[in-house]
């Protein structure tokens, strides 16, 4: 409705200062303002008319529906109509009132003077064209735009509403088994899940916070994780350099540590380690996530699966295009995922 709005008022816009240009323009150079100005009540119209028809008639419906036969022919018909209409004008009425000699000189078909006329039409029909086109073309471009945003936004929602259930559900798993044990711990427990889930309810609506805020996130959850693996687990996490000029959207460390979690040392019986490395150099932030993992006895490939690392790539596409590098490797008995995003 506004775009509507808008081109109303610049079509207005535009055909006003034709009209004036029409009159004053010309009317200035002879001081003729009258005789112009009854010039511009007639000429305009029928430049507007035949803008009309070029733009409403042959160009949407015979050019845009690829029917070029009828809009060549329609074209013709409407250059001659729209001259023969305004020589009509020039001859019939501008020549006896203000150049009678002009009817002894010249005809009504005479082909220079018809010329001139379409020339003077057309020139002005072309250039709102131009205009018309070009507006509606940076209008679907606004639209293309909005549209990708809001899509972008969408699959960011999306993608967050699967991270947050998914690591619920897992920390409910740990809180359950311990309960069943009549841990002393249980109460730890439920305090630290009660902050992640405050940390979720909040901090993760915003787009982005800072990395010291997800990895406090991210300790609270070794912390609950640690509580179910005992003394068989080693987690080290270490910051190497100062991040606190990097801001990120929120949960997206996180199922990087909790993919070697669950996909990793949750299929060891035996000891098995975590390590969390963070590091900057040059405007990049590292993260290195390396885990142990045990070997699959049909293919020697580590066990991997889930929904927590394919959300992590989705979301840095769409919020670092051409700004991120990520990936995953094996490496003898433990599997290494390594992350960098350069700052905005």
Not at 179 to 195: A, Q
Request: some cysteine; hydrophobic content about 45%; charged content about 20%.
């Amino acid at each position: 409705m506004n775009y509507n709005k808008s081109n109303v008022r610049l079509s207005v816009l535009f055909w006003l200062l034709y009209f004036l240009y029409e009159w004053l323009g010309q009317a200035a150079l002879s001081s003729e303002y009258r005789r112009y100005f009854i010039n511009a009540c007639v000429i305009v119209p029928i430049t507007g008319m035949a803008t009309w028809f070029t733009i409403q008639v042959l160009i949407k419906k015979f050019l845009v529906k690829k029917k070029i036969v009828a809009f060549r022919i329609g074209f013709a018909a409407g250059v001659v109509a729209f001259t023969l209409l305004r020589r009509a004008f020039n001859y019939f009425y501008t020549y006896p009132h203000y150049w009678p000699e002009g009817l002894k000189t010249t005809s009504y078909w005479w082909f220079p003077k018809l010329l001139i006329e379409g020339v003077n039409i057309y020139l002005i029909v072309a250039l709102f064209t131009m205009f018309y086109f070009l507006r509606a073309w940076y209008e679907q471009q606004r639209l293309a735009q909005e549209l990708q945003r809001d899509k972008a936004v969408a699959q960011l929602e999306l993608l967050k509403n699967q991270v947050q259930p998914h690591f619920i559900f897992n920390t409910l798993n740990n809180i359950y088994s311990l309960s069943l044990k009549n841990s002393p711990r249980t109460s730890d427990l439920i305090y630290r899940l009660s902050s992640l889930l405050s940390y979720m309810l909040y901090d993760s609506r915003q787009e982005f916070i800072p990395v010291s805020k997800e990895m406090e996130y991210i300790h609270n959850y070794i912390e609950l994780e640690k509580i179910r693996y005992g003394e068989r687990l080693d987690v080290a996490v270490n910051c190497f350099d100062s991040v606190d000029q990097f801001t990120i959207p929120p949960l997206l460390i996180l199922p990087l540590v909790e993919n070697s979690f669950k996909h990793g040392v949750s299929n060891d019986v035996g000891n098995s380690w975590i390590r969390v490395d963070l590091s900057v150099k040059d405007d990049w932030l590292t993260v290195k996530i390396e885990n142990s993992r045990i070997m699959d006895g049909l293919n020697g490939h580590a066990v991997y699966k889930g929904i927590g690392m394919e959300n992590v790539k989705k979301r840095l596409e769409i919020i670092y295009p051409e700004r991120h590098e990520f990936k995953y490797m094996s490496e003898g008995q433990s599997f290494l995922t390594i992350l960098k995003i350069k700052k905005s």
